[in-house]
């Protein structure tokens, strides 16, 4: 424990840098124990924590900003990986896409006090052309007011942590091990999340050419899109469909047949509303198996107006 306090007390700046960046590139490390620790030494030792705010606050805005360049030049391709290797996937689905969809690079301000938002918000905030220094603006801000609250509970509750650390110090050896332990069981919950999430996406799919038939039959479905408005004005839509952002916004008329689609993996965005709108009286809705790009690739006619 003693040698943990070192490397802190000496290389606290560091130590911070590279667990935020890291936490802020996709990989699931804790980053505000880190802060915090750092900001009460700190605070017990008389320096200034101006210092870990600003190194804490630039190493977020690299990680973001890595994650926006991916979101320009990979676009939806990036956000069906991070939705494949998440281990919060129902970050990536319909909530999360309609809250920046609606309040747009200004909700890149509280993005990093949502789990499993921030790296969603800075890709599609690439993905939908966001100009670059509003994108740096806004997600400053986010960045600052994030790590400026890990630094602030550092340094109110110092006493506190020391506390907490004292007591660490008298198990001795098993100090590291007893981390590794709860790191490992955060990301075994976090796992088992992942697993439910996917145990409710299993549910009947149509297929584009289904759904073709379906429209030129007598009796049309109604088609509901579920992507960001600025990707569905990029690259059009299915003829008919109606553009949704929430579940509320989708709660129309029951009707026989409900299609539902996006562009994410497992088609989760259109699942997770599919059965919500089951919940609300609609008695037989589907998601579109391959979502928008499923049907494009068969060369369906695709509108954009």
Aim: hydrophobic share 50%.
């Amino acid at each position: 424990m003693n040698t943990l306090l070192h490397l802190i007390a000496v290389y606290g700046l560091l130590v911070v840098f590279v667990s935020v960046l890291l936490d802020q590139g996709g990989i699931p490390v804790p980053a505000y124990p880190p802060i915090i620790l750092t900001a009460a030494l700190a605070t017990d030792q008389g320096r200034s924590a101006w210092p870990i705010v600003a190194v804490a606050a630039i190493a977020a805005v690299i990680a973001d900003w890595l994650w926006y360049v991916g979101g320009r030049r990979l676009g939806a391709k990036l956000l069906r990986l991070m939705c494949r290797l998440s281990l919060s996937p129902d970050s990536c689905v319909l909530m999360t896409r309609g809250i920046y969809g609606r309040w747009g690079p200004p909700s890149l301000i509280v993005a990093k006090f949502i789990p499993g938002f921030a790296a969603v918000a800075t890709t599609l905030a690439g993905e939908t052309g966001t100009r670059p220094g509003r994108f740096l603006l806004f997600d400053g801000i986010g960045a600052v007011l994030w790590a400026g609250v890990a630094v602030a509970l550092g340094v109110v509750f110092h006493e506190a942590v020391n506390s907490v650390l004292e007591r660490l110090e008298t198990l001795g050896r098993m100090t590291i091990p007893v981390v590794l332990a709860l790191i490992a069981g955060f990301v075994l919950w976090k796992l088992w999340r992942r697993r439910m999430f996917r145990r409710q996406l299993r549910m009947a799919r149509i297929t584009p050419a289904e759904l073709r038939a379906l429209m030129d039959g007598e009796s049309p479905p109604l088609i509901l899109d579920v992507r960001p408005q600025p990707q569905r004005a990029l690259t059009g839509w299915i003829p008919g469909s109606i553009f949704v952002q929430t579940v509320a916004e989708a709660a129309l008329t029951p009707r026989e047949e409900v299609i539902v689609y996006c562009d994410c993996p497992n088609e989760a965005s259109a699942a997770v509303l599919a059965r919500a709108l089951n919940k609300r009286g609609f008695k037989r809705v589907r998601p579109l198996a391959g979502g928008f790009d499923a049907w494009k690739s068969d060369g369906n006619l695709v509108s954009f107006e």
